[in-house]
């Protein structure tokens, strides 16, 4: 079983995309990250979900309370003024794992060979990791990010928010030679949960499966907000890409982060010209196409696990 | 002589003399003067190809104007790898007799447009340099323009760069200046650019016809499947001419545009907001304002482009 640490910023999201990975992947870990909310609350949803999904066993670790550089910008408008409104969930009795989530990863990975990370949220930890221990290069396995976007933007007309949250770690990350598979808005617009999901998730009807349909019915009504055509399953799809990788396809880019444009701050730039005028070697397998279809059998699957 | 008044302003280039080939030919069309900016290839070798396809189109009576030798702030660089080191793919015309006429283009286009009661149609093809500093020159100008039609910028990936299109790329600033004025603009976007194409088989035939313009017009796409080594050769900047004789096959957007320029991965990219719902409205502190509006090919009807192409430079 693949072990893998999950990055987070809860964020509904990221609740499916954890309780994906549990019954699939060896969770190690699952750090918090300040983006979709403040620390303090997506730590507190994270707490939530893993007492949701029966998953207090995995550790969960509080990390870095905003982003290298810039002012931190959370996506209430998406998420709620919680970071993961929408379900009525107590508050959580488990306590966080002692020390900081840049620690924990670098423990972790130092201490357990072929560790892959699945980040989810602005790259903040990520970054701090690798500069803090940069032997990190050569131990991580793999990691596949939910980041970017090699068409449009979401929090500006090109950049995904969590890259703009934190471009500059982002750019330490793209930057660091580990490779990487990114789900970026170009894939996870492709997966949109829609009413009829959420009846189907409702209707498997166990105690974490009722809280997953009061979430997505909240994160469907906010997208459906913003004119989009369903709940787009962004986090979920980078675990999925390594539950089972023949649900993408990817090509393979160079991707550089950019970090002083006016317009283009935060833009993941995707160099997807035609192999003969590229001037860079690809660093990044960018996940072009996803089937929509079993990427749902997949999740809804797994939810009656629970 | 009947048909629409414009004005093309060009860096000719191999595709640059096909747009002049089917903007000359096209009875639709009534070319009042063609500008020169430096872009594919240096500024003399650009007056001197459009002199002489000019010529070949049987057209030596345009004026032809030479324009700004270099991009208001970014250093020049050519494209010659494309174009071929005369900027015509390596094909020899015979020389024009004729000469550029005494005045800068932007002092031409000016008093041109000055002088002419109908609103005219500038098809810009090049570096918007020339454009640009006739616009900061003279601002009111752009109420005596019908419709600016451009050839730059990318949606998807870009030529030059990643996400950057050589003309915007040559000269971001002047595309700036530009896309801030108020002029109805059609941006004709490397997207579509590379969609109306010819094959090998079919460039053959051209350069055996009678007609010297489709002759000649088959030996410049020749020119490109050689040094591109691709299957296929496209009309390129001809397609963005080809937009004013056939505007009923291709499919537009009206979108907010920038030009970032700033950008150490993203300079000269037309940033696009395609975005469903705009969030700029809401957040200003995050999103930088947008430039202004303009709409943008998205899409043609490639048949049609090419006939359109084919069947005007013979007449």
């Known amino acids: ?306 | 002589m009947s048909g629409r008044n414009i004005f093309l302003d060009v860096d000719t280039g191999v595709d640059d003399a096909l747009a002049l080939l089917l903007a000359a030919r096209s009875p639709q069309l009534n070319v009042k003067g063609v500008t020169c900016v430096a872009g594919n290839v240096p500024i003399d070798r650009v007056v001197r190809n459009t002199l002489d396809i000019l010529n070949v189109a049987d057209a030596s009576h345009i004026p032809v104007a030479r324009g700004m030798e270099f991009p208001l702030v970014e250093k020049m660089f050519n494209a010659t790898e494309i174009h071929g080191e005369n900027g015509l793919g390596g094909i020899d015309l015979p020389a024009s007799r004729s000469t550029v006429i005494d005045k800068h283009a932007v002092e031409f286009l000016a008093g041109e447009i000055d002088n002419t009661s109908e609103k005219v149609t500038i098809v810009a093809l090049g570096p918007l340099t020339n454009i640009a500093t006739l616009f900061r020159i003279y601002p009111n100008i752009v109420s005596s323009i019908e419709q600016l039609v451009i050839m730059g910028g990318a949606i998807g990936s870009g030529n030059t760069t990643a996400t950057a299109e050589f003309n915007i790329r040559q000269d971001p600033e002047a595309a700036d200046v530009v896309f801030n004025m108020d002029v109805p603009t059609l941006l004709y976007v490397w997207d579509v650019f590379t969609k109306v194409r010819f094959d090998k088989q079919e460039v053959d035939e051209m350069i055996a016809s009678d007609n010297n313009c489709k002759s000649i017009a088959g030996k410049l796409l020749l020119s490109y499947l050689t040094t591109k080594k691709e299957d296929t050769a496209g009309i390129g900047d001809a397609g963005a001419v080809a937009c004013l004789l056939i505007p009923e096959a291709i499919t537009t957007a009206v979108m907010p545009i920038s030009v970032e320029l700033i950008g150490e991965h993203t300079r000269g990219q037309t940033v696009f907001d395609q975005r469903k719902r705009k969030l700029s409205r809401l957040q200003p502190k995050i999103q930088k304002s947008i430039s202004g509006m303009t709409e943008v090919v998205m899409d043609l009807d490639v048949e049609s482009f090419r006939n359109a192409f084919v069947d005007n430079i013979v007449k």
Do not use: W
């Open chain 1, 1 to 306: 079983m693949t072990s893998v640490i999950i990055d987070c910023d809860p964020g509904h999201d990221d609740a499916l995309a954890i309780l994906l990975a549990a019954k699939h992947l060896d969770v190690l870990g699952i750090t918090t990250v300040s983006g979709n909310e403040s620390i303090d609350n997506v730590t507190t949803n994270a707490l939530k979900l893993v007492e949701v999904g029966n998953l207090t066993h995995i550790p969960v670790v509080r990390g870095a309370e905003g982003p290298l550089l810039r002012e931190a910008v959370y996506a209430p408008q998406v998420h709620g003024k919680s970071g993961m409104d929408g379900a009525e969930i107590p508050e959580p009795t488990t306590k966080l794992k002692e020390g900081h989530a840049v620690d924990f990863i670098i423990d972790t990975v130092m201490s357990t060979s072929d560790v892959v990370l699945l980040p989810m949220g602005p790259l903040t930890n990520i970054a701090l990791a690798l500069r803090k221990e940069p032997r990190l290069r050569d131990r991580v396995k793999l990691m596949s990010i939910m980041g970017g976007s090699s068409t449009n933007g979401n929090i500006t007309p090109t950049a995904e928010f969590n890259i703009y949250v934190d471009a500059e770690a982002a750019d330490i990350v793209y930057q660091s030679q580990i490779p990487m598979l990114m789900s970026g808005l170009n894939l996870t617009r492709q997966v949109l949960a829609k009413q009829e999901h959420i009846d189907e998730i409702r209707a498997i009807n166990n105690p974490t499966t009722s809280v997953v349909a009061d979430l997505l019915t909240f994160y469907l009504a906010t997208s459906t907000r913003h004119s989009h055509d369903g709940a787009a399953m962004h986090d979920p799809c980078a675990v999925a890409a390594i539950i089972d990788p023949t649900l993408i396809e990817f090509e393979p880019m160079h991707v550089a982060v950019e970090t002083a444009g006016t317009h283009t701050y935060g833009m993941t730039v995707c160099d997807d010209r035609p192999g003969s005028v590229k001037s860079k070697e690809a660093n990044v397998e960018v996940a072009v196409k996803i089937d929509s279809d079993r990427f749902f059998k997949l999740l809804i699957d797994t939810l009656r696990m629970y």
